[in-house]
């Protein structure tokens, strides 16, 4: 499975962005796909989380409210709309999946995609 990220960029504060995350290779709509992001200084840390079925969803204290996770399984594509931006969003977003909702929530996942930086400007 080759995960492909897009849509980041620089916004402002209140801003909004939409990433993208392609699956491609050996893909399958069983697979639980997740958001991470890694601040510079800052560990990897946890953002979004959504079922197979698109039925589950799950997120950080930190965006909840604000960041909406779906996904498209015909397309193999799964989104994160990012509302009302804060500084503190700012980060390296990544791309992952897994077969298991536990583990990839807790970050252990099968496969990762290369990342796509979003800025917010204050």
């Known amino acids: 499975v080759q995960l492909q990220a897009s849509g980041g960029g620089l916004v402002q504060a209140g801003g909004s962005l939409r990433l993208s995350c392609a699956a491609s290779?050996?893909?399958?709509?069983?697979?639980?796909m997740g958001w991470f992001r890694q601040a510079p200084g800052k560990e990897r840390e946890f953002v979004a989380a959504?079922?197979?079925?698109?039925?589950?969803?799950y997120y950080a204290d930190s965006v909840k409210g604000r960041f909406t996770i779906s996904r498209d399984n015909a397309n193999d594509t799964v989104y994160l709309q990012m509302n009302s931006l804060k500084p503190e969003d700012t980060a390296v977003y990544y791309c992952?999946?897994?077969?298991?909702?536990?583990?990839?929530?807790?970050?252990?996942?099968?496969?990762w995609g290369q990342g796509t930086q979003v800025t917010v400007s204050s």
């Open positions: 959504i079922s197979w079925s698109g039925g589950s969803t």
């Open positions: 290779g050996r893909t399958s709509s069983s697979y639980v």
């Open positions: 992952a999946t897994g077969t298991r909702w536990r583990t990839v929530v807790a970050g252990t996942c099968d496969y």
